[in-house]
């Protein structure tokens, strides 16, 4: 009896699991389509986008109420508990990611409207870095896996420098030039958005190394902890 309740449990744990790994999957295409649509001005690319996001808030609830359900008559302990809390903690972040997509979207369809203001070199980058992040950290909440969790919290950095740079590109255009002013502000809150999606990828990468050892890292005692520090 005790171990047919377990296989149920661990059942329950599995598809969390599997529901968590679509929702990065469309989470990362979000951003893949909505980048691909600024790159080639095709809005065909992003069609697809609002109904990938509704698919997102749909599994974001039924997320949180598998949780609260087995919070409520499981009552997990130890990494069961942890893995159960990070999962609603994730999923949270993903749906967030999924909003920002929408947001980079509607940045998009502003840049349409006009000319090309530059080639846009650093942008796609960063989206390539964050969409690698996203991938990275739910491998490694399935791997339970922490140097690469701590890979992901440690590539936060190169995202924000890209983003800073971007910043002071634009904000080079928009001083010699006014006309540039409203497509350079859609840039700028494009390279935004798109640090806000490391942010959240670092938040759920975080969370695994939390699911996993028990140890919150959201504060380091330094500014960096070392793979030595991770006790592995």
Do not use: W
Not at 157 to 178: A, C, F, G, H
């Amino acid at each position: 009896m005790e171990q047919e309740h377990q296989r149920q449990f661990d059942k329950y744990l599995e598809d969390l699991k599997q529901k968590l790994m679509r929702m990065a999957a469309l989470a990362e295409t979000m951003i893949d389509n909505t980048i691909a649509e600024l790159v080639q001005r095709d809005e065909s690319l992003a069609a697809k986008v609002p109904d990938y996001e509704e698919e997102l808030n749909r599994l974001q609830l039924e997320i949180d109420e598998a949780a609260l359900n087995l919070l409520a008559t499981q009552q997990p302990v130890a990494k069961d508990l942890r893995f159960i809390l990070a999962a609603t903690k994730i999923n949270s972040d993903l749906e967030r990611i999924g909003d920002l997509a929408i947001n980079i979207t509607e940045n998009v369809r502003i840049l349409a409207a006009h000319p090309p203001l530059k080639p846009l070199i650093d942008i796609p980058r960063m989206a390539d870095l964050v969409r690698k992040m996203v991938r990275d950290c739910l491998d490694a909440f399935v791997r339970e896996d922490v140097l690469l969790a701590q890979s992901v919290i440690d590539g936060d950095d190169l995202v924000d420098d890209l983003k800073n740079q971007i910043l002071r590109e634009l904000l080079t255009y928009m001083i010699s030039d006014p006309k540039a002013i409203e497509r350079a502000l859609a840039l700028i809150l494009i390279s935004r958005h798109l640090e806000r999606v490391g942010d959240h990828a670092t938040n759920i990468a975080e969370d695994v190394i939390y699911m996993i050892q028990g140890r919150d890292v959201r504060h380091p005692r330094t500014p960096k902890e070392r793979p030595a520090d991770l006790g592995l």
